[in-house]
């Protein structure tokens, strides 16, 4: 498979600053939709904008396709200023969330659209369109309509249409979602495998937060028009910077205490710990309480008894919900090991308590008591 | 779900109906067009006489020929002025789109009379456009030939036009996904280039509806000529309503009648056809 | 979300809409500043305001007698075209016949052929049949004709309405009958409104089929194009400006009737649990 055919010539160099986002700002009439974004995307990474409905993450993939403008700030790529150019002069492609595909050209004529606006030659255009329908196995479907192809195969199709131009960066918008279950679990893999074969740089847009996983090499989570944090998955995940990243990614519990003398109290629990005095709020995963034995050795192993209350079953695991008395209840998820119930002693490392700190995106919002997931 | 007796009272009536005031009609129309007048009286006897005068006699064949000019004329000048408008309207008016499109409709809703008699008066040797040239010194004298030509017919049936031609091009043209614009100018393609390529094309439906619609009426027409086209804008229309009229050849006026709907009816097919051809779902 | 960039809005393409704008309502406004001038039609500029020509025009009984004229015919060719019509778009979307294409295309020709050939045709018709030519003829051609329109918007209706709603009533044990009236034609109300006030305006408006079918009593659009071959004079502006205003009016009804209606619906929507 010769990759060698879509990868851009010239490109920078892996892994250096490819396109930066500076200090961008959108607002819509009064509605302030961005709010002094700052981010780069490496050359051959695949990012993940992340976040809910009105989190801003599509404005930011538009922004940087180009069509619309920032109302301040910049956006450059390979040291060029960015967001001055019109989208048809970017190299930048978008694969769209419905794949806006032209009913008035068949699949070749679709794929082939980007090099015959540049007036490429035709001999060449054909090839290229022969090895951009094969990277995406759609090779046979080169004379149809895209209105007879299901939106699994549209997808490829579009998938096409924007590689064809070697683009330094591929922008993705939602590009799953219109699919069942199963093809997207199946298109996750497939477009994964392509873009470590091709090497382009991805931003990828969504709000399933195991696709983001799944996918990629950062995550950017947004909230609220600001960014929340951005990290590596495992990063992400074992180290959440806010209570909204804690309990946006995975599940958790949120532990609200405080920390004196070293000590940090929240309810029925306690253990040492460095973190600065005063009121503090942890994460703690659900995977991470285990039910105490005398065979389990954990590092900082803090202790404490609860009743269980409920116990759902999800196969491979089971979550248990865990009453510590004072109001204070807890998630633990443990491998399946047949009906439990009554008083039991759990323990966790206490290592797996992470502090989060309020976003910066609240706004004074305070991280109110949530009940952990 | 729905009874015999359902199906049959309401499909009935109409159909009587249609068959009675509409089938019968134009069957008569079809039928009087091999009749004769002799002395003034009709004979029912079948023939091909009207149908030959009109291929032999040169005149109905002019008069036919400017008339086909100018309801091309009429089609072409509407199709420039209303495209862009509906592209205007769809593509850059913003949030003011919904009141400039109501603002468009409403002289459609103006009488043709109303909008016919308001340009004859504009364009007369003492009317308003003469007196503004005047008035601004850019001629002395009345021009004779804005009224009572070809010109006016063209441009007052133009001005009948436009909006009806605008109607299925602004349809066709909001029909278009936004996204597909977004990709094509994504894709590398400025906006005159996305315009040939993909608005264009996908517009096709609309632009012919619009222009069968406006070709078809002028065609047809026989107000206009009547109202400000003088008789060196004769239509054919005009001829076929002094048949029926002071010069009383109810056969030959059929003739000519049904050659128009034969004409109107092929043009109809076509462009059906071909809308069906550049439609795309 | 918007696609175009307001740096890409073209000024040719503005100003060239601007002035196809105004060529459409150049020759209303024309008509309408010279319906209040002293000193005729022609000329520039008008000097002399004057409201004597609307005076003339209230005074002039032929004028109102055409306009009560017109008046019955179209209140007679609404109630015609829409029942038609309606029982047309019936037929069209529930019911299958021999010669339905052909039906189809039959009722629309009226709608896309120069009025002149229907005009004529049923001009025939009525020789044919011994009728003299009146009122009457001119009714029978107005809602004939119009059929189409009724039907064209009256099928669109249908076409949205959830067949479900009459499923249910007939579950719940009204008749077809009694489906028809509580549930169906309120569902079309909207649409019969838009069709009725179309038919309206078309028919006080109607010239070409008309022309042949008139008898001794005129039509409005008749009564003007008479005093167009005497000679013109502002009064005819004055009619029209006022025919103007009146299709305004109709307009902002309709669009303000239509909105209600549809608020009315989406408050349904609202409060449905």
């Known amino acids: ?373 | 779900m729905y009874s015999r007796l359902y199906k049959t009272v309401i499909a009935v009536p109409p159909l009587l109906w249609v068959c009675l005031f509409l089938l019968l009609p134009y069957a008569l129309m079809f039928a009087h067009s091999f009749w004769l007048v002799r002395d003034g009286f009709l004979v029912h006897r079948w023939n091909l006489q009207n149908y030959r005068a009109l291929f032999t006699n040169p005149l109905y064949f002019q008069v036919f020929l400017r008339t086909a000019r100018i309801a091309a004329s009429v089609t072409l000048c509407s199709l420039l002025l209303g495209y862009p408008l509906a592209y205007y309207l769809s593509f850059h008016a913003g949030p003011r789109k919904e009141l400039l499109y109501q603002l468009v409709i409403v002289p459609l809703w103006v009488s043709y009379l109303v909008r016919g008699y308001a340009w004859k008066t504009i364009l007369g040797s003492d009317g308003v456009l003469n007196g503004f040239l005047q008035y601004l010194h850019i001629t002395h004298e009345p021009v004779s030939f804005f009224l009572y030509s070809p010109f006016a017919v063209v441009l007052m049936l133009t001005h009948i036009y436009t909006p009806f031609v605008f109607l299925p091009i602004y349809a066709a043209l909001e029909h278009i996904p936004r996204p597909l614009v977004e990709a094509s100018q994504d894709l590398g393609a400025d906006r005159r280039a996305t315009f040939l390529r993909v608005i264009l094309p996908l517009s096709i439906p609309g632009l012919l509806a619009g222009a069968t619609f406006a070709f078809v009426l002028s065609l047809g027409d026989f107000l206009a000529p009547l109202l400000v086209g003088g008789p060196s804008a004769t239509m054919i229309a005009n001829i076929v309503q002094s048949l029926f009229g002071a010069a009383y050849d109810w056969p030959l006026g059929a003739a000519i009648s049904v050659c128009i709907l034969l004409i109107t009816a092929s043009l109809l097919f076509t462009t059906e056809r071909l809308e069906k051809r550049w439609s795309f779902k | 979300m918007k696609s175009a960039n307001s740096q890409q809005r073209s000024p040719f393409l503005t100003a060239y809409a601007v002035l196809v704008f105004g060529f459409i309502y150049l020759p209303i406004v024309v008509l309408i500043a010279y319906s209040f001038n002293r000193d005729g039609v022609g000329g520039f500029p008008p000097r002399h305001f004057t409201l004597g020509w609307y005076r003339q025009l209230f005074n002039d009984a032929a004028i109102w007698d055409s306009v009560i004229n017109s008046l019955l015919v179209a209140a007679a060719g609404v109630a015609l075209s829409l029942t038609l019509g309606l029982l047309a778009a019936l037929a069209l979307d529930r019911a299958n016949f021999p010669g339905k294409a052909l039906f189809r295309r039959l009722v629309l020709l009226p709608l896309i052929l120069p009025g002149i050939i229907t005009g004529l045709s049923l001009l025939m018709f009525a020789v044919f049949a011994g009728m003299q030519l009146s009122l009457l003829t001119v009714f029978l051609g107005h809602g004939t004709a119009l059929i189409s329109v009724a039907t064209t918007e009256l099928f669109a209706g249908l076409q949205k309405l959830d067949r479900a709603q009459e499923e249910a009533s007939l579950d719940l044990g009204a008749t077809p009958w009694q489906t028809f009236w509580r549930v169906t034609l309120p569902n079309l109300k909207l649409s019969l409104i838009a069709a009725g006030l179309l038919i309206f305006t078309l028919s006080m408006d109607e010239i070409a089929v008309t022309f042949f079918l008139i008898g001794r009593d005129n039509t409005l659009p008749l009564e003007i194009w008479g005093r167009l071959r005497r000679g013109i004079t502002p009064e005819i502006n004055a009619i029209s400006t006022l025919i103007f205003a009146v299709s305004v009016a109709l307009i902002v009804i309709w669009y303000r009737l239509r909105a209600r209606t549809i608020g009315t619906q989406a408050q349904e929507l609202l409060e449905r649990p």
């Open chain 1, 1 to 373: 498979m010769s990759a060698g055919a879509i990868s851009p010539r010239f490109a920078t160099p892996p892994n250096a600053a490819l396109l930066e986002v500076r200090g961008v700002a959108k607002s819509f009439a009064a509605v302030q939709v961005l709010k002094n974004i700052s981010l780069q995307i490496a050359s051959g990474e695949f990012l993940t904008l992340l976040g809910e409905s009105g989190s801003g993450k599509t404005t930011l993939l538009r922004l940087i396709a180009g069509f619309e403008q920032p109302t301040s700030g910049e956006i450059w790529m390979s040291n060029e200023r960015l967001d001055t150019l019109p989208p048809y002069r970017r190299r930048v492609n978008t694969v769209f969330q419905n794949y806006a595909l032209f009913p008035h050209l068949n699949v070749r004529e679709n794929v082939a659209y980007g090099l015959r606006v540049k007036s490429t030659p035709k001999e060449e255009i054909a090839g290229r369109v022969e090895e951009a329908l094969r990277m995406v196995k759609m090779a046979q479907f080169a004379d149809v309509r895209p209105a007879t192809l299901s939106g699994g195969q549209q997808q490829r199709i579009a998938l096409a249409r924007a590689l064809i131009n070697r683009p330094q960066l591929l922008l993705l918008d939602e590009p799953l979602s219109a699919l069942d279950a199963n093809l997207r679990k199946q298109m996750q893999s497939e477009l994964k495998a392509l873009q470590r074969e091709i090497g382009i740089a991805f931003l990828f847009v969504t709000h399933d937060q195991d696709e983001a996983m799944a996918l990629s090499d950062r995550i950017a989570l947004l909230r609220n028009g600001a960014l929340e944090q951005i990290a590596s998955p495992r990063e992400i995940y074992a180290r959440p910077a806010t209570a909204y990243t804690a309990e946006f990614i995975g599940q958790t519990n949120l532990l609200h205490g405080e920390i004196n003398n070293g000590v940090a109290r929240c309810g029925s629990l306690q253990w040492r710990t460095a973190e600065a005095p005063g009121a503090a709020v942890f994460s703690l995963r659900p995977e991470a309480i285990r039910i105490a034995n005398a065979s389990l050795q954990l590092p900082d192993a803090v202790c404490f008894r609860g009743i269980i209350r409920q116990q759902i079953y999800s196969g491979a695991s089971e979550l248990l919900e865990i009453d510590c008395g004072g109001n204070q209840t807890l998630r633990a998820r443990i491998p399946a090991s047949g009906p439990l119930s009554g008083e039991h002693e759990f323990v966790f490392s206490a290592a797996d308590a992470v502090p989060v700190f309020e976003s910066p995106s609240a706004h004074g919002e305070r991280a109110t008591h949530h009940e952990p997931r």
